[in-house]
């Protein structure tokens, strides 16, 4: 594959910077980030390189790319050696009930329960260690506005108290306690920087507050900073985009290799919903490729759902239709919920595990609960009752562990879209519970950008792991108006649609459109913003390309010739 113009106009800016200079680059999925990055570090062999990439994944086909200047690591392993641990050193996460049992918070249950203290505890050290500053603020609590001073508070010192036992090391650190410590000794002068000339940050969109301020630490680096603002999807975990707001210089790939021209229109039309499209669209060096709506799955397909109870619910249907599957990532935590739920709506209330649930003691009083009547978790579960009774659950559960194959003992894939990021498939299906077009334009989401901004960089990713065919639920084939984006479709591009359709039908009624044109083969579908015909073999024309050349229609359809306007 050539070297792109973007990809030389990169290497040649890289060339001319010097220390403490930035460039943040902008690669849209399936440009060649890595590639990029592999170019510059090979044009410039005398200079050292320090590559951060957010996942071992990531680590290990960087260490099979690039050369000897390039030393692979994640800010991770770079925190658990500077600081000289071990793999015993490290806890995996402290418990609500471990929490309560070292700060001894038994006797603070008047307002709120020691558990519920412990959470909002454990939730304020983490979000204090995702963040950029030195020490714990009131603005890392997640505590409602109705709580009191005091609890406030109390929730601080504890919180302060436990991390001070972290730091002088009575207590071991998780992954998040490190990596923050880490932050805390550069910022003292206890540690030093790694000494490469430059540092390439990839994935840059998935940075959060302590990673981008540790990298910022390297003052004498040029940094290269490398992602896709529309592919930040970890904001749940403390993510905050590097590259927004960057006061370097920025540049652009937009060309991608990945996937053709149907799936590339769609990945444009979908970033059109963002509060802050892209102002430079995708294009492809490839003109195959396919787009098809239905609300089964593609059988052969990696189906891709929103979230793991979407997971759940896309396996329940697998299995009611007696087909197997292979399900990545661990579902047992939402099938136990589930088993909790059903038991609680059941009246079996001594039966229950998860210690959230404990406290209540029946399914009306978990409905009515301030913590779980906007769940999704409950909604979720309503929805899977309505399929499936609460006293069949078990069965149903168990249903789907039988069909659950080892990968490539089944034809379909069932994953999410956050166990997909930065892989790829042959054909890729979109699970129902993704964003769609009608509630992409919904109102509410006006008022919450940072929403609609999350979930429409979700389904992008989604779409964009496809290579050659991608299915989309059946919603987002029917047509819209968007208050975001309104289409209007030009009088001749109507009347040749009509014309094509009135002509393949003859007399037939309205409702068997769809059918009469298969049987002629050719199909005619909304393909985002477009009306496309396309033949069996998915080759496609948009009809709004050829409102005033109605003679390349004819030559591309010939047996629509004489009905062209």
């Not at 059918?515 to 009809?543: H, K």
């Amino acid at each position: 594959m050539r070297t792109t113009d973007q990809q030389l106009k990169i290497m040649d800016h890289v060339a001319q910077m010097g220390p403490g200079d930035s460039l943040a680059v902008h690669a849209r999925a399936g440009t060649g980030k890595t590639t990029t990055l592999a170019l510059i570090a090979a044009a410039n062999p005398k200079t050292t390189f320090r590559y951060y990439g957010f996942n071992r994944a990531l680590i290990t086909e960087a260490k099979n790319r690039f050369g000897r200047n390039v030393r692979p690591t994640t800010l991770h392993a770079l925190a658990f050696h500077s600081l000289g641990l071990k793999g015993e050193n490290i806890h995996q996460r402290y418990t609500p009930a471990e929490i309560v049992q070292i700060l001894s918070l038994h006797g603070y249950g008047k307002e709120m329960d020691a558990a519920l203290i412990a959470r909002h505890i454990d939730t304020t050290l983490t979000n204090f260690c995702h963040s950029g500053t030195t020490a714990i603020h009131p603005d890392h609590t997640d505590l409602p506005g109705s709580t009191s001073a005091g609890l406030r508070d109390l929730i601080l010192i504890q919180t302060r108290r436990m991390w001070a036992d972290i730091m002088n090391g009575l207590l071991p650190p998780t992954h998040d306690h490190y990596l923050k410590m880490f932050h805390i000794h550069l910022c003292m002068g206890l540690i030093g920087q790694p000494r490469e000339d430059a540092i390439l940050y990839d994935e840059a969109q998935d940075s959060n507050p302590v990673s981008t301020a540790i990298i910022r630490l390297a003052h004498h680096a040029r940094h290269i900073w490398v992602g896709d603002p529309w592919q930040a999807i970890y904001g749940f975990r403390g993510a905050k985009n590097a590259l927004d707001g960057f006061s370097g210089t920025v540049m652009e790939l937009t060309v991608t290799h990945r996937f053709g021209q149907p799936i590339v229109d769609w990945a444009n039309y979908v970033l059109t919903w963002h509060p802050t499209p892209p102002t430079t669209p995708i294009t492809t060096t490839r003109i195959d490729g396919c787009v098809r709506f239905d609300d089964e799955p593609d059988p052969k397909s990696t189906l891709i759902t929103r979230t793991r109870a979407g997971l759940f619910m896309a396996a329940l249907r697998q299995s009611q239709a007696n087909r197997t599957m292979t399900i990545e990532g661990n579902i047992n935590g939402h099938a136990a919920l589930l088993r909790d739920l059903a038991a609680l709506k059941l009246g079996r209330p001594q039966s229950i595990r998860t210690e959230s649930l404990k406290r209540h003691r029946s399914w009306q009083e978990l409905v009515t609960s301030a913590e779980y009547s906007a769940s999704p978790d409950l909604k979720r579960a309503s929805e899977v009752f309505s399929i499936i009774p609460p006293e069949h659950i078990n069965d149903a559960l168990r249903k789907i562990s039988e069909g659950n194959k080892p990968a490539g003992e089944a034809d379909l894939t069932l994953t999410t879209i956050h166990a997909m990021k930065g892989r790829e498939a042959d054909r890729i299906s979109i699970g129902s519970d993704a964003l769609s077009p009608s509630e992409a334009t919904e109102s509410h989401y006006d008022e919450r950008p940072e929403e609609i901004s999350e979930e429409t960089n979700l389904l992008y990713v989604a779409m964009t792991r496809a290579r050659n065919a991608l299915t989309l639920p059946t919603q987002f084939e029917r047509p819209f108006r968007s208050p975001r984006t309104t289409v209007e479709m030009p009088p001749d591009v109507y009347r040749i649609a009509k014309a094509a359709i009135d002509h393949s039908i003859e007399n037939q009624d309205q409702k068997n459109i769809r059918e009469a044109l298969e049987q002629q083969g050719f199909s005619l579908l909304n393909r985002g913003p477009d009306l496309v015909l396309v033949d069996n073999s998915n080759r496609g024309i948009r009809l709004a390309e050829l409102c005033l050349k109605p003679e390349i229609l004819a030559s591309k359809f010939p047996k629509y010739a004489n009905s062209i306007p």
